[in-house]
């Protein structure tokens, strides 16, 4: 069953690539969906994907790359539709 949760990782995230980090996880993992740093220097994600792959691309997420610290991470359920790929959106 597919499901679409949206993600806020807070902790060292910025400015170290962690938005190509998780493009790459995505599609590894086979979900859809965009990432995108927020200005109170979190980042946010929606990921929509089979339960299975979207439980293994937040557990990554809760890993973070080498370079990253993640000191949070909220998922919730979300609505919104699937977009097409997995891309980087701009700063909100």
């Given at each position: 069953m597919a499901?679409?949760?949206r993600v806020f990782i807070?902790?060292?995230v910025q400015?170290?690539?962690f938005r190509d980090w998780i493009v790459r996880r995505a599609q590894e993992n086979g979900v859809t969906g965009w990432v995108r740093n927020l200005r109170d220097g979190r980042v946010e994600i929606l990921v929509v994907g089979e339960d299975d792959a979207a439980t293994a691309f937040?557990?990554?997420c809760r890993r973070g790359s080498d370079l990253a610290r993640i000191d949070s991470l909220q998922?919730?359920?979300d609505?919104?539709?699937a977009p097409k790929g997995?891309?980087?959106r701009f700063t909100a």
């Open positions: 499901s679409t949760q807070s902790g060292k400015n170290i690539g937040i557990d990554a998922a919730r359920p609505d919104e539709r997995f891309t980087k």
